[in-house]
């Protein structure tokens, strides 16, 4: 049987959704978001060698401490616009909305890590030459070639962390009924 799309709520994702009145759905949703599953597995699988902060970090742990601070700031950022107007009102707007400024959030930091190591690599430079020669490989090996993967890195992070809370944090909204015959004159207008 082919369902019928007549609607816009027929959609997937469509469905008017409200925030779940129990606090511990929210910080489920945030714990569930923040563990991307490909670093938790590859984390399970192959350890990190180095766990102290650092420059000799390793970069999945480096990831998963961003994703547990951002993950909660985009559920606070979410209740502040659902506040303020309402939307998303949809679940396909939330995973949306995470997605969209997961992509932002990594290609920044990635822009401030090429820029950090530009920086840095002046330091160790013997002379002008050396640190514009320096700062040009730094650039194209992590603002060039590093800018596309760590988008897709962090969209990627962020559809999971945008399901999650999609569907823990949210409940579908009854639908309000017409009892007095007025919705319809409002939708007119």
């Known amino acids: 049987m082919i369902p019928t799309l007549e609607k816009p709520e027929d959609f997937p994702g469509q469905q008017r ?3 779940r009145r129990e606090p511990h759905r929210i910080a489920l949703a945030a714990v569930a978001g923040a563990l991307w599953p490909p670093l938790v597995v590859t984390l399970v699988i192959w350890p990190a060698k ?42 396909l707007g939330a995973v949306w909305r995470f997605m969209f400024y997961g992509g932002l959030l990594a290609a920044a930091l990635q822009a401030m890590l090429a820029l950090t ?7 160790e430079a013997e002379g002008v030459a050396e640190a514009a020669g320096a700062t040009e490989t730094t650039l194209l090996i992590f603002g060039v070639g590093g800018l596309p993967v760590a988008v897709l890195v ?27 015959g007025l919705m319809s004159d409002a939708a007119e207008d």
Request: positive net charge.
């Open 117 to 123: 190591m530009s920086v840095v690599s002046w330091f």
């Open 50 to 91: 180095n766990w102290l902060p650092g420059l000799e970090m390793d970069w999945r742990l480096v990831v998963l401490a961003i994703g547990v601070l951002a993950v909660p700031g985009g559920i606070w950022l979410l209740a502040r616009e659902r506040e303020r107007n309402g939307r998303p009102a949809t679940r």
């Open 154 to 180: 962090g969209v990627s992070y962020a559809l999971w962390a945008g399901l999650c809370v999609a569907f823990i944090a949210f409940m579908p909204q009854p639908e309000v009924r017409d009892r007095l």
């Open 17 to 19: 959704v409200a925030w």
